[in-house]
């Protein structure tokens, strides 16, 4: 792999780590190395390893949890930007009886924003127990459930344009959510502005805790995976569906398997690699076409320079 020429220079300026695996930041534990490795702990170093990069010609991928992520083999060329440290706790207002906004940055995770709206009885994000990831991540990804998004609870975004480094407040009406992606390139998302509904603290727990057990009992959680392989084709025609009555449930290439608990997982039995994990797509979709006619399009987002894979 040939580098960038200011991989160097932005190395320096910031003390940054080259050529770091990226299984060590993806769920699915996958990836070949980033040729450089940014976690910045502040707006103000972001943009400024950002601006660095921009001034250098060196590309820039943006990492929340690495959830619903791909690496390939090969690794990603350029910087590799994690946002998982940027965070700095959970502001509540109270706006009325009735509405809270919660305020945190991109790098808060998921579970501990649910965990929060549960003790202080604050309804809304219940559909989303047991998602992995950051705050950021899943309103890029809309995460949630085959009907509900996290787009429903966002009040407003702080966002970072990666072009101009200028960041913008985008309201609810500017912000065009869809199944499982947010329509917003070449952006950043810094802060996360939720309205949420005041509810008898026990309801949201039993609310939580029943989407959690149904997630639990339904889905792998304990393999590595990246969730939902692929998107569901229609809101009443699940991809796991699809997939398990064309007999997939346990399909293997070598460790990359199709769960057997539910066939819209691909799940890393250890060793897998990216390209394992492809061939096993390729396969499935293959057998799904030839059989209903249908292309199964992938929810987990494959990232990176892909140079060698198929
Ligand atoms: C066991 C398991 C269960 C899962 N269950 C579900 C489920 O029930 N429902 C569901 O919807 N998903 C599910 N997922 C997928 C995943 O958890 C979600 O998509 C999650 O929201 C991704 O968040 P992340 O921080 O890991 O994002 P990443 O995977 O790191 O990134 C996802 C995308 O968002 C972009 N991105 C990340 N942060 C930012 C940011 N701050 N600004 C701009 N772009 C950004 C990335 O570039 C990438 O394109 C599951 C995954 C696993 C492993």
Redesign the pocket.
Known sequence: MTKYPGIKKIQKAFDLAADVPMRQ????KVGGPAELLALPRTRQELVAILKTAKDESVPV?????????LVPDQGIRGLVL???R?TSGILADKKTDQKTRLSMD??E??STVCRYTVTHGLSGLEF?A????????????????ATQ??GSCIHCLE??NLDTLMVTLLKKQHLVFTY?CLE?TN????GIHLELTSMNPDQVKNNFDAHLKH?QKT???DL?????FFKNPRPNLPAGKLIEDAGLKGEAVRDAQVSPIHAN?IVNRGHATCQDILDLKARIQKTVFTRYGITLET???L?GKREKTR
Not at 224 to 228: N, T, V
């Open positions: 930041y993806t769920r699915f991928t943006i990492v929340g949890g690495g959830c619903n992520l994690v946002t998982t940027l991109a790098g995770r998921l989303c047991g998602i992995p990831g950051t705050m950021g991540g899943a309103v890029m990804m809309n995460a949630g459930t998004g996290i966002v970072l499982r917003l952006h950043l998302i810094l997630k889905q792998p959680m590595p995976s990246a969730g939902c997982y929810e987990v987002r990232t």
